[in-house]
């Protein structure tokens, strides 16, 4: 969850936000780093300051860009160094450099998982292991990290696996630059911090608070609760006390484990609990049955302080006897800065959030997948526009010809490299394939339809797994269209994202293919070549704004498919309708499809012609 | 360097730490995959067994730790030397456990020319990468599934010979490679290549614990341990010695576990009914409930070893359908319960 936590006021919002830094300079690698939600701007920029001059001088403090290379983010040859002393140096990573300081990750939201990987072995190693160019070494390093996610959407964050080692999630959008001032700690302050946080104990009572609010908020994951503890430490050492308060943990709670819920255990009116999909969702499925509506009509939220505390308790005692009290500690806390509205918001995201927010972000994986290709060997060559010079190889290619050109040079230069030693390396690009299903799930025959394009995608999936290609669905009904599925490979996950899947309503299909068209867009820019299956009769009966009006709709829905063809891509509309009109033609035509009449459609039929028409099976 | 955290100490995740004793006791297993949800100490495991592995007997100075008793595993070197009739300088070291990670270069893979000797003298040497180094131990990959490709490939051939062909740079070298592959990822950031899946023996699959005890557990002790690392080592010495050697114990009794025809019709049984690609699926099942007895110092394999193992042995194995909603790990579960009930 990143929505933004509705505080009374953005002055405590940014009160938070700058303990939130001072605890990060107590113990950055304990609290593990900030994950801040912002786009660029003053405040921004105020908070970064804040974070830096709180640490003590001469901390590292280093900027990770975006387009980082491996051998400056874990370390490499030294080529410099190497040439002039005739023997390989290892030249130290950004990461090894910031050891004991921090690293601030700029555009977050677009590193490719790939680099997340590798930032998140050497936080949980605490040290850099580097096996590259001919080096081995190990450099201790335990930092923390701020993440700078510019993210505007909601899939837009950084990766999954990131975004869990980093303690503390911030989102400083909404808050006005006048209220951006100061921080009422200073450097002075975690410094006498720094010295204190060793004595600091925390009671088994608190710690426990800590982790069952963590489970009743629904956080699978470990590394919360026990970031939560160390930043309740830190929050106590900050005060001067050597023993973790109520109030520590409280802290704790509205920096890490609120951001991070899944679910709000109580205060849950009945309407609100009603679609019970989305319940059996949760992250661990499995064993935990959501914990069944209390028994008494939960009273509305607008209670007073006391029965509100007690209505939340027997809540707790029928989720997990033995923890009612300290998780309401826990619960407590989180619920000032719950909203009410945010209890909606948190129940219509979390199906769309669900399959997202493990997405890489956009431009991350773009990066990733660019055309660099797979490597497939060295050549020799020179460097030049988009051809990288294998420094390694040109020194193994040079090595043995030094004593003899040593002989015949005056120079007195350690290492003697000719332009025949140049290797580069070869990069081998293998154009990938993503299937985007966008499938009309309104109204009418919207279940069946449905069903069968889910079976089809997964029939479609376990075929492009073996190939290594995506598939990804997009769904509308009632008033647009959503992506539903990214593009994706992983059957896990696509099974997950579709269990859920929603229908009935209108047939906003101007938007629907919109939003198909965006996803097309998108995977183009990643490099790899989309594939669109249009999964509808052509009826559209909902223009762009949402409103219903059959004329604008289907004239708009024509449009949309213009816009299609325009860009050239493979098409495919399928219609499942049992007596197909003449519309599912016509938009085929306008978007420069293939139509495909499938009066009785199931899935292996849509999966085998989809292989056919578009030629990716075989 | 701090020291890595005890074995003993994980709380939960017994199926996890089962697999990791089993591999320990039994190499020729395959290796072991651990695939599951974020922050469930996947890694943690790994690093902790290293720390519990008994000591082996190796050619002192071999860059392979060759094993002096089996004449027919050692490098070329050592075989040269036997051959001369020099005797060779044995001493004991504990099992290798490399860490392969993330960034990882082919030449510090398989190995490559020593740039080193080159540069400064000339010379034309064989530096041996990871591969050499986890001869007769155990390779650990984490995050396996975001490994790229063209490494992959590397190992998956490494994996299935057991000896590392190298051809590059004028060197031309072959080296004993022979591991316990151990990968760890999240299924949910990219599944693993069939032929690399198929390479682990065991795969295991982890969640969080959902019991406020146990993530009470974890998060104290990780605290404790993070707070002072040296002291919580201290701590849980004894119980880590106490799994040492029930490892130790597990890797003596091994050969000596009597394993009947009956097991062994019942095993085939069980993978026909769940109809498991070859045989390699009844040979691990076989191996690993083997491996299990003698943990247990048991004479033979009974039926209930077969069951506490036979979701790791198997449940990788299953031929996929994207139609059946139920996991693997539960049709592995029913098809146990119907043919070997307790």
């Known amino acids: 969850m990143s929505a933004a936590l509705d505080y009374t006021n953005a002055e405590s919002a940014w009160e938070d936000a700058t303990t939130a830094a001072a605890l990060l300079a107590i113990d950055p690698p304990g609290v593990g780093g900030v994950c801040l939600r912002s786009l660029p701007g003053p405040v921004r920029e105020r908070w970064v300051q804040i974070a830096r001059e709180l640490l003590p001088a001469g901390t590292p403090w280093r900027r990770i860009p975006i387009n980082i290379s491996d051998s400056r983010l874990l370390g490499g040859l030294d080529l410099t160094a190497t040439l002039r002393s005739g023997r390989p140096v290892v030249e130290r990573g950004v990461l090894a450099e910031v050891d004991g300081g921090v690293a601030v990750l700029a555009m977050a939201e677009r590193i490719a998982p790939a680099t997340a990987g590798k930032l998140g072995a050497v936080l949980d190693n605490g040290e850099v292991r580097l096996e590259r160019d001919g080096l081995a070494d190990r450099m201790t390093s335990r930092f923390g990290v701020i993440a700078l996610d510019e993210g505007a959407e909601e899939d837009e964050r950084p990766v999954g696996p990131l975004r869990d080692r980093l303690g503390c999630h911030l989102d400083l959008n909404g808050i006005p630059v006048h209220v951006a001032g100061g921080c009422e700690y200073t450097a002075e302050d975690v410094a006498a911090a720094r010295q204190r946080l060793d004595q600091v104990q925390c009671s088994d009572e608190l710690a426990e608070a800590l982790c069952a609010g963590g489970l009743a908020l629904g956080i699978g994951s470990l590394r919360a609760p026990l970031q939560a503890l160390r930043a309740a430490r830190a929050a106590a050492a900050l005060d001067g006390r050597s023993e973790v308060s109520q109030e520590d943990v409280a802290l704790a709670t509205r920096l890490i484990l609120v951001p991070r819920a899944t679910r709000i255990p109580e205060m849950q009116q009945p309407e609100e609990e009603e679609p019970p999909e989305e319940e059996q969702q949760q992250e661990q499925q499995e064993p935990e049955e959501p914990p069944p509506p209390p028994e008494e009509e939960p009273e509305p939220p607008e209670e007073e302080e006391g029965s509100d505390e007690e209505q939340a308790d027997d809540d707790e005692q029928e989720e997990q006897a033995p923890a009612e009290i300290p998780a309401e500690l826990v619960l407590e806390a989180a619920r000032a800065v719950l909203p009410d509205n945010l209890l909606q918001q948190m129940k219509i995201r979390e199906l769309a959030q669900r399959n997202r927010s493990q997405t890489p972000g956009r431009a991350g994986a773009l990066q990733q997948g660019g055309g660099r290709g797979r490597p497939a060997g060295v050549r020799p060559g020179s460097p030049g526009a988009g051809v990288r010079l294998n420094v390694v190889e040109t020194l193994r290619t040079a090595a043995p010809w030094q004593p003899l050109r040593r002989e015949h040079d005056q120079s007195g230069r350690r290492v003697i490299v000719r332009p025949e030693d140049f290797r580069v390396t070869r990069f081998k690009q293998r154009s990938q394939t993503t299937t985007i299903f966008a499938v009309d799930a309104s109204g009418s025959s919207a279940m069946h339809r449905l069903s069968e394009a889910k079976g089809a995608v997964e029939l479609l999936l376990a075929e492009c797994y073996v190939r290594r290609d995506e598939v990804a669905l997009v769904a509308f009904r009632g008033r647009g269209g959503e992506v539903l599925l990214p593009p994706t490979r992983s059957l896990t996950r696509a099974k997950k994202g579709l269990a859920g899947l929603p229908g009935g309503g209108g047939t906003p299909l101007a938007a629907g293919i919109d939003t198909a068209r965006q996803l097309t867009e998108e995977v183009r820019r990643k490099g790899a070549t989309p594939v669109l299956i249009l999964l509808t009769d052509g009826r559209a009966n909902v223009t762009r704004e949402g409103v219903g009006g059959r004329e604008k709709a289907q004239e708009e829905a024509n449009q949309a498919a213009r816009a299609v063809r325009v860009m050239g891509i493979r098409a495919l509309v399928v219609d499942p309708s049992p007596r197909p009109r003449p519309m599912g033609r016509e938009l085929a035509e306008a978007m420069g499809a293939d139509y495909l009449p499938l009066p009785r459609a199931d899935a292996s039929s849509i999966s085998s012609a989809v292989q056919a028409v578009t030629g990716t099976g075989r | ?342």
């Not at chain 2, 902790?48 to 082996?56: D, V």
């Not at chain 2, 075989?79 to 392969?100: C, F, M, W, Y």
């Not at chain 2, 007769?136 to 992959?152: A, K, P």
């Open chain 2, 1 to 342: 360097m701090a020291p890595a955290f005890p074995f003993s100490a994980i709380a939960g995740q017994d199926e996890m730490k089962l697999a990791m004793t089993i591999a320990a006791v039994d190499g020729s297993i395959g290796g072991v995959l651990v695939f599951g949800d974020r922050g469930t100490g996947k890694s943690t495991v790994v690093r902790a067994l290293a720390g519990l592995l008994p000591s082996i007997r190796a050619v002192a100075d071999c860059p392979y730790h060759c094993n002096p008793e089996h004449e027919d595993t050692l490098c070329d070197h050592c075989r040269e030397q036997t051959q001369a009739g020099k005797r060779l300088n044995v001493r004991e070291i504990s099992v290798p456990v490399v860490d392969l990670p993330l960034g990882v270069t082919e030449d510090r893979v398989v190995g490559a020319l020593d740039l080193e000797q080159a540069l400064t003298r000339g010379e034309k040497a064989f530096e041996p990468g990871l591969l050499a180094r986890a001869n007769r131990g155990f390779l650990y990959i984490d995050e396996v599934n975001l490994l790229e490709d063209h490494i992959v490939d590397l190992l998956l051939d490494v994996a299935a010979s057991g000896e590392n062909v190298v051809e590059r740079e004028g060197l031309s070298v072959r080296h004993p490679a022979k591991f316990v592959l151990i990968g760890s990822g999240n299924p949910e950031e990219g599944e693993l290549r069939p032929q690399l899946l198929d390479r682990f023996g065991l795969s295991v699959e982890v969640s969080t614990p959902e019991e406020l005890h146990t993530r009470m557990q974890v998060v104290r002790r990780r605290d404790e341990y993070e707070s002072d690392p040296k002291a919580f080592v201290q701590k849980w010495a004894d119980q880590d010695a106490e799994v040492r050697q029930r490892i130790e114990r597990g890797r003596e009794k091994l050969p000596h576990v009597e394993v009947t025809d009956e097991i062994l019709e019942r095993t085939s049984t069980l993978c026909i009914a769940l109809g498991t690609d070859g045989l390699r699926g009844e040979l691990t099942l076989i191996r690993a409930a083997r491996a299990a007895a003698a943990l247990e110092e048991a004479d033979r394999v009974e039926v209930k070893h077969l069951r506490q193992v036979a979701g790791v042995a198997l449940r990788h194995r299953l031929r996929r359908d994207p139609l059946d909603e139920s996991g693997s790990t539960t049709r592995v579960q029913r098809a146990v319960e119907e043919h070997l009930p307790a």
